[in-house]
């Protein structure tokens, strides 16, 4: 069991779930948080809402003395993932080669409990890089022989979501049109950051049981009426333009070919329209945390004045 002043390492710290975290960490009297990333403008935004909070900006994939922060450390918390993109080599470099590195530092300095963050698309029937190099990452995690909790969450949304809900949400204030490829009736089970972040608080307070959980939004909710419900949070005028999934996977493509890193590509479209269905279980009575609504949690996620507006870099 780990107790707040216990030195606690977060990788992919300035990230959706590592901004929300360290807030909820901090305001529950967690004092010895030390956060590392590598994405200038996120951790500036970090530190901003975090003062005095220990940070560390290094690449994890590249061995250095960052390694040093796990001296002391009793817990790490495994955020850091590649989540999108057009290059194997940078899911390789940040979902594997940067798990290895972290590991081997938690070896070294006998950080004996990790919460290790992986991914429901462990189970779907995705097949890309970041679903592949997804699965290599847990594996690692299970077998490196250092106790460990591992959660699975579906898509999740919440203040700091620089992709998904979160880029949807600003194209759709910018747009007059907003395409939705097909129907649009695409089974989604979103999950609430904050409840997800008070799910990994809970590990924190219980030893590491070399489990895996699935932590699945408890709520089915089609990608249709996301959309119409983020619209009539935020009061956006957009019109909901249905467009062929064949010409809605071409337009992609092409703004592949211009822009390097684009939010949204073709192979998460592809997941998109996938039939997944992911294994629910009673995540809120295990972990003792109250799960919030989809309507409220889409409400708090876009009415809030403090963090609603800030935008992570990609």
């Given at each position: 069991m780990i107790v707040p002043n216990d030195r606690i390492i977060i990788t992919?710290?300035?990230?959706?779930?590592?901004?929300n975290l360290i807030l909820m960490m901090r305001e529950r009297g967690f004092t010895n948080l030390v956060?590392?990333?590598k994405k200038k403008k996120n951790i500036e935004i970090l530190r901003k809402l975090n003062p005095g909070l220990e940070i560390v900006e290094a690449d994890l994939s590249i061995p250095g003395d960052w390694a040093k922060a796990f001296q002391g450390a009793s817990a790490l918390i495994q955020l850091h993932a590649q989540i999108g993109g057009e290059q194997y080599n940078e899911f390789k470099a940040n979902n594997i080669t940067a798990t290895r590195h972290v590991l081997d530092a938690c070896r070294t300095h006998n950080v004996m409990h990790i919460v290790h963050i992986s991914s429901s698309v462990i189970n779907s029937m995705?097949?890309?890089y970041y679903t592949e190099t997804k699965q290599e990452q847990e594996k690692l995690v299970v077998i490196s022989g250092i106790p460990f909790t591992v959660l699975r969450?579906?898509?999740m949304f919440g203040w700091f979501d620089r992709k998904h809900l979160g880029w949807l949400s600003r194209f759709m204030?910018?747009?007059?049109?907003?395409p939705v490829p097909g129907n649009g009736r695409y089974l989604r089970q979103p999950l609430y950051v904050r409840d997800f972040c008070a799910v990994i608080i809970s590990c924190l307070n219980q030893p590491a049981n070399n489990q895996i959980y699935n932590i699945t939004g408890?709520?089915?909710v089609d990608y249709i009426d996301i959309i119409y419900a983020i619209r009539r949070v935020l009061g956006a005028q957009a019109y909901i333009l249905h467009i062929p999934y064949t010409l809605f996977w071409l337009l992609l493509r092409i703004y592949a070919l211009v822009n390097r890193d684009p939010p949204f590509t073709t192979r998460q479209l592809e997941a998109l329209v996938l039939p997944d269905k992911f294994e629910v279980i009673p995540w809120n009575t295990i972990f003792q945390v109250q799960s919030t609504p989809f309507l409220k949690a889409i409400s708090e996620t876009y009415s809030n004045p403090t963090y609603a507006s800030i935008v992570l870099e990609f």
């Open positions: 992919g710290a300035a990230g959706l779930v590592g901004q956060a590392i990333d995705a097949v890309d969450p579906t898509l204030q910018k747009s007059p049109l907003f408890l709520e089915n």
